[in-house]
C-alpha cells in the first residue's frame, strides 16, 4: 500500500513539473476560449485560441497543444532573436524589458468580462498590462496594453504593439483587403509561407483606402465561406497601423498589430499612461462568413454608433450636382426623392463660403457658413423644403480640413500641419491643407463645427463627414520640438476626442465617414460614426467586388450603398437600372443621381425598389450574412443572402459578371436555413412588363436549397435576381 501511495506521489510530481504553470488565465465568449498561463516570476504564455473550453479541460489543453507555448506579449531584451511586441529605451540608456506576471483582475458588467494581467519588469519600475474584454453577446475578444512606468525621465516607446497572437502551423491562408481610390476592398487570399508578411499603412490620416487593418486566418487550407476553422483579427484604429506576421522555423505563426511605429516613437513622461488601440479577434469553425457573422453582431452591438437603429433611404447631391448648388434645384431633387419613397436628402459639397463661395475645391473649407448667394433663405430654408416633401434633412462637412484661400486660413495660418522653413505639399484644388488636430484649440474648432450647425438648425438628420487628404507635411506647431514624432498618434486622439464629444452633445445625429471614399472604413473610427462611404466608384459591377471585400469585417447596416447614373460617371458603363439597385440594396441603400435625367420607367421602378427595400430592410441591416459563391472566385456570377436570427426570413442576391454564349452557371446553393423545414420564394424587384421567374411562389426545403440548390435563369447581359423566402412550415 505504502509503495502504491509512493508511485502515485512520484507521478504527481513528474506531471507537476512537466507542466510548470502555476495558474491559467480563461477568457472566454459564448462560443470561443483563450488561454494564457503563467509561471511565478515569469512571462505571460499564450497557450490556446478557438472552441470554448471549461476550466476543467485546461489541463488537457496543456498536455495536448505543446507546440503554441510561446510568449505573449514578447518584448525586446532578454531574447533579442525574435520578433517583439514592445520595444523601449529607458532614460539611462539601457534597450531591455523583462516582464513577468504580477496579478491578474477581473470585472464583469452587463455583456462583457474584462481580464487585466499586469505585467512588471524585474528591474525597472515598468509596467505593461494587458486588458482582455470578452463579450457575452457576441464571440469577440478585444485585447489591447496600458503602458506605464514610474521611472525619473521620459521612456522612449520605440515599438508599441497592441497584442501578440500565434497561430499554429499548418496549411494556413491568410485572406486581407486592398486597394486604392476607387477600386477599395479588393481581396487577396494567399498561404502563409515562412518569412515575414507586412501589411502597413502612411496615410497619416486615412487608413483604409489601400491595405486594410484587418485579416482573417484560415487554418484548414484554402479559404472556404461557410465551412473551416478561421481566425479574424481587426486593429481598432484609425491611424497608421503595422500588421506583421512572422513564420520562423518553429510551429507558429506569429500576429503582431499596432500603431505603426515608423517615424513614430513616443517620449512616455513619467506616471502617464499609453493606451494601445484595440484588437478585436474572433475565432469560428463556420468559414469566413462565420468570422463575418461574428464581428457584424459585435459591430452592432456597440462598436458603431447606432447600430441597432435602422437606416434611412436617401438622395445625395453630389454626382447629381456636383458643386452646382442652388434653392431651386434643392427643391427639385428634394420632390423627387420624396416622390420615389426616399427619407432623406443630403445636400453635398458646393453650399458654404462668404467671402470665398466654395464653387470648386480650390478655396473655403474652413469657412462653414452658408453661402447666400446659391441659398438665400439659408438652411433654414432647406429644412422647411424638405419638411414640406416629408423627408429629413442632411448637410456635408469637411472639418479637418481647411484652404489657404479662405478665411479660417488667413485668421489661423498656425493651425495648419507644416514643416517649419519648407514649402507645404497642397492637397485638393492644390490649396487643401490638415489641419492640427494634436492642438486643444483645433479639437474645439472640429466640435465646434458640428455644434454651431447643430445649435443653428437643430433638424439636422444627417452630416456627410468627408477627409480628402493625406497628412503630405509632417510637422506641428503645437507640439514640443522633441515629441514632433508623436504627431501621427496625437493627431488620431485628437479626432477621436472631437467626435467624442459631438456624441455625447449630439446622439441621434446619424454621421458618415467618408474618407475620399473608402478611407475611413475602420473600427477606430466607427464608434464615432453610424456608416461610411464604401468608395466614390458608383459603377454597379465594380461595387459588387468592393461590397463583398467590404462585407468580411463590417455589416451592411454601416455600408452606404448608392443608385448612380448610366453612363457611370467613373467607369462609362451603361448599366440597367435593374442591376443598379440589386446591387445596391446589399447594404444601407441610397441613391447618387440627378433624378430629372430619370425616365419615367426607371422613376417608377426606383419606386417599387425603394417600396420593396422598405420591406426587407430589417433582414438585409440585421440580419446574418451568408456570402455563398465569391466575385473573386471568377465563376462568373456572385451570390450572397441575410437570414434572420429565427431563420424565419432571408433574402437571396444573384448576380451575373461576364456574359457569352454557351455560358455555363453554376447552381446556387444557399445556407443558413433550416434543413427539415420549407420556404417559399418570392422573386422581387420584377421589371415593369416581364414576369417572374419560375421559381417564383414555389416552396421548396431548407435542404434541397443548400444541398441541391436553384438553377436560375440570368440569361442576359448585367442579369440579376433577388429572392425573399418565407418560413411556411
Given at each position: 500500500m505504502m509503495k502504491k501511495i509512493f508511485l502515485l506521489l512520484v507521478v504527481l510530481a513528474i506531471t507537476l513539473s512537466s507542466r510548470a504553470w502555476d495558474y491559467d488565465i480563461l477568457v472566454s465568449t459564448?462560443?470561443?476560449?483563450?488561454?494564457?498561463?503563467?509561471?511565478?516570476?515569469?512571462?505571460?504564455?499564450?497557450?490556446?485560441?478557438?472552441?470554448?473550453?471549461?476550466?476543467?479541460?485546461?489541463?488537457q489543453i496543456h498536455d495536448a497543444w505543446v507546440g503554441l507555448n510561446r510568449p505573449a506579449y514578447p518584448a525586446f531584451g532578454m531574447d533579442c532573436t525574435r520578433s517583439y511586441a514592445i520595444q523601449v529605451v529607458h532614460p539611462d540608456g539601457n534597450m531591455t524589458l523583462n516582464l513577468v506576471v504580477e496579478g491578474v483582475e477581473e470585472t464583469k458588467s452587463e455583456n462583457a468580462t474584462v481580464t487585466s494581467i499586469t505585467m512588471k519588469d524585474k528591474v525597472y519600475p515598468f509596467t505593461v498590462k494587458m486588458n482582455c474584454k470578452a463579450y457575452q453577446n457576441s464571440d469577440v475578444i478585444e485585447i489591447w496594453t496600458g503602458i506605464f512606468h514610474t521611472e525619473k525621465k521620459a521612456v522612449t516607446l520605440k515599438r508599441f504593439d497592441s497584442a501578440c497572437l500565434p497561430i499554429r502551423r499548418g496549411d494556413v491562408w491568410i485572406s486581407h483587403l486592398h486597394g486604392t481610390w476607387l477600386a477599395e476592398s479588393s481581396l487577396t487570399a494567399e498561404p502563409l509561407t515562412p518569412g515575414m508578411k507586412v501589411i502597413h499603412n502612411t496615410d497619416g490620416i486615412r487608413n483604409g483606402q489601400l491595405d486594410h487593418a484587418e485579416l482573417m486566418f484560415s487554418l484548414d487550407g484554402k479559404p472556404r465561406e461557410n465551412e473551416g476553422r478561421v481566425i479574424g483579427a481587426a486593429l481598432c484604429w484609425s491611424g497608421n497601423y503595422k500588421l506583421r506576421v512572422d513564420t520562423q522555423d518553429n510551429h507558429s505563426h506569429m500576429l503582431f498589430a499596432g500603431m505603426n511605429e515608423e517615424a513614430s516613437e513616443y517620449k512616455l513622461e513619467p506616471k502617464t499612461t499609453f493606451t494601445t488601440p484595440k484588437l478585436a479577434i474572433t475565432y469560428t469553425n463556420e468559414g469566413l462568413s462565420g468570422a463575418s457573422r461574428?464581428?457584424?453582431?459585435?459591430?452592432?452591438?456597440?462598436?458603431?454608433?447606432?447600430?441597432?437603429?435602422?437606416?434611412?433611404?436617401?438622395?445625395?447631391?453630389?454626382?447629381?450636382?456636383?458643386?452646382?448648388?442652388?434653392?431651386?434645384?434643392?427643391?427639385?431633387?428634394?420632390?423627387?426623392?420624396?416622390?420615389?419613397?426616399?427619407?432623406?436628402?443630403?445636400?453635398?459639397?458646393?453650399?458654404?463660403?462668404?467671402?470665398?463661395?466654395?464653387?470648386?475645391?480650390?478655396?473655403?473649407?474652413?469657412?462653414?457658413?452658408?453661402?447666400?448667394?446659391?441659398?438665400?433663405?439659408?438652411?433654414?430654408?432647406?429644412?422647411?423644403?424638405?419638411?414640406?416633401?416629408?423627408?429629413?434633412?442632411?448637410?456635408?462637412?469637411?472639418?479637418?480640413?481647411t484652404n489657404t484661400v479662405s478665411e479660417l486660413y488667413d485668421k489661423h495660418p498656425d493651425w495648419v500641419i507644416r514643416v517649419p522653413n519648407r514649402e507645404p505639399r497642397y492637397g485638393r484644388g492644390g490649396t487643401q491643407l490638415l489641419l492640427d488636430l494634436s492642438n486643444p484649440q483645433v479639437q474645439d474648432f472640429v466640435f465646434s463645427v458640428v455644434d454651431d450647425l447643430m445649435t443653428r438648425y437643430p433638424e439636422i438628420a444627417y452630416m456627410?463627414?468627408?477627409?480628402?487628404?493625406?497628412?503630405?507635411?509632417?510637422?506641428?506647431?503645437?507640439?514640443?520640438?522633441?515629441?514632433?514624432?508623436?504627431?501621427?498618434?496625437?493627431?488620431?486622439?485628437?479626432?477621436?476626442?472631437?467626435?467624442?464629444?459631438?456624441?455625447?452633445?449630439?446622439?441621434?445625429?446619424?454621421?458618415?465617414?467618408?474618407?475620399?471614399?473608402?478611407?475611413?472604413?475602420?473600427?477606430?473610427?466607427?464608434?464615432?460614426?453610424?456608416?461610411f462611404w464604401v468608395s466614390d466608384n458608383t459603377d454597379a459591377m465594380q461595387r459588387i467586388f468592393m461590397q463583398w471585400g467590404t462585407s468580411y469585417f463590417f455589416p451592411p447596416i454601416a455600408m452606404a450603398q448608392h443608385v448612380s447614373?448610366?453612363?457611370?460617371?467613373?467607369?462609362?458603363?451603361?448599366?440597367?437600372?435593374?442591376?443598379r439597385f440589386d446591387v445596391a440594396m446589399t447594404g444601407r441603400l441610397g441613391m447618387e443621381i440627378q433624378p430629372n435625367t430619370m425616365n419615367e420607367q426607371e422613376k417608377q421602378f426606383a419606386r417599387k425598389a425603394i417600396a420593396t427595400y422598405k420591406e426587407i430592410r430589417p433582414v438585409i441591416q440585421f440580419g446574418d450574412l451568408y456570402r455563398l459563391i465569391s466575385p473573386f472566385d471568377k465563376k462568373e456570377v456572385a451570390s450572397l443572402m441575410y437570414i434572420t436570427p429565427e431563420k424565419d426570413r432571408a433574402v437571396f442576391f444573384a448576380y451575373k459578371l461576364d456574359h457569352y454564349m454557351n455560358q455555363l452557371i453554376p447552381p446556387f446553393r444557399m445556407a443558413g436555413l433550416k434543413e427539415d423545414r420549407f420556404y417559399r420564394i418570392k422573386e422581387l424587384n420584377v421589371p415593369e412588363g416581364e414576369k417572374p421567374c419560375q421559381l417564383h411562389d414555389k416552396i421548396v426545403s431548407g435542404k434541397i436549397l443548400m444541398n441541391v440548390g436553384l438553377e436560375i435563369p440570368l440569361g442576359k447581359e448585367y442579369a440579376s435576381r433577388i429572392f425573399e423566402l418565407n418560413l411556411v412550415r
Open positions: 459564448p462560443n470561443t476560449s483563450l488561454l494564457f498561463a503563467a509561471n511565478k516570476g515569469g512571462d505571460l504564455r499564450f497557450a490556446y485560441y478557438g472552441d470554448r473550453i471549461t476550466p476543467g479541460q485546461i489541463n461574428n464581428y457584424h453582431r459585435w459591430a452592432r452591438n456597440g462598436q458603431i454608433h447606432g447600430g441597432n437603429v435602422p437606416r434611412d433611404i436617401l438622395l445625395n447631391s453630389w454626382e447629381g450636382v456636383y458643386f452646382d448648388i442652388n434653392e431651386e434645384v434643392m427643391d427639385q431633387m428634394m420632390q423627387d426623392i420624396a416622390d420615389m419613397g426616399g427619407e432623406l436628402f443630403v445636400m453635398d459639397d458646393g453650399w458654404f463660403g462668404d467671402k470665398y463661395p466654395r464653387n470648386n475645391d480650390h478655396s473655403s473649407l474652413g469657412d462653414w457658413v452658408v453661402n447666400r448667394r446659391k441659398l438665400p433663405n439659408g438652411i433654414e430654408g432647406l429644412i422647411t423644403t424638405a419638411k414640406k416633401h416629408g423627408i429629413k434633412f442632411g448637410i456635408w462637412i469637411e472639418p479637418e480640413s456627410k463627414w468627408d477627409a480628402n487628404l493625406s497628412l503630405l507635411n509632417y510637422g506641428s506647431s503645437y507640439l514640443p520640438k522633441d515629441k514632433q514624432s508623436h504627431l501621427y498618434i496625437e493627431y488620431h486622439r485628437g479626432l477621436e476626442k472631437a467626435v467624442q464629444r459631438i456624441r455625447e452633445k449630439y446622439p441621434n445625429l446619424v454621421m458618415q465617414a467618408c474618407g475620399g471614399g473608402g478611407g475611413r472604413v475602420n473600427y477606430g473610427a466607427m464608434q464615432g460614426f453610424d456608416e447614373a448610366s453612363p457611370n460617371h467613373q467607369t462609362g458603363k451603361i448599366v440597367p437600372i435593374k442591376f
